[in-house]
Nanobody, 115 residues
Framework: VQLVESGGGLVQPGGSLRLSCAASGFTFRSADMRWYRQAPGKERELVAAIASGGGSTNYADSVKGRFTISRDNAENTVYLQMNSLKPEDTAVYYC?????????WGQGTQVTVSS
């Protein structure tokens, strides 16, 4: 099983980034997919989630209206479009797959929002 995140980087406040998570080694279309983040000195928190069929999404209150989670089951990829980024969005972002009782994690990608 592999989850490989990409798309992180340094961006100015108000800017945008699109994170991608490429999945392999499991039945992607059957998994609920999530993005988490962890800032220095803080606990990991759920940012956004999308159901296996893509019809249901959920967001943390702190990112509602700014972030959009989506998935392409044909490409085994989940995305996180992040707009109007704020310094407090700075964190390592992790992709997570939930399939029945199993949970899989990616290695994380750093997002830094700073001027």
């Amino acid at each position: 099983v592999q989850l490989v995140e990409s798309g992180g980087g340094l961006v100015q406040p108000g800017g945008s980034l699109r994170l991608s998570c490429a999945a392999s080694g499991f039945t992607f279309r059957s998994a609920d997919m999530r993005w988490y983040r962890q800032a220095p000195g803080k606990e990991r928190e759920l940012v956004a989630a999308i159901a296996s069929g893509g019809g249901s999404t959920n967001y943390a209150d702190s990112v509602k209206g700014r972030f959009t989670i989506s998935r392409d089951n044909a490409e085994n990829t989940v995305y996180l479009q992040m707009n109007s980024l704020k310094p407090e969005d700075t964190a390592v972002y992790y992709c997570n797959a939930a399939l029945l009782t199993r949970r899989y994690w990616g290695q994380g990608t750093q997002v830094t929002v700073s001027s």
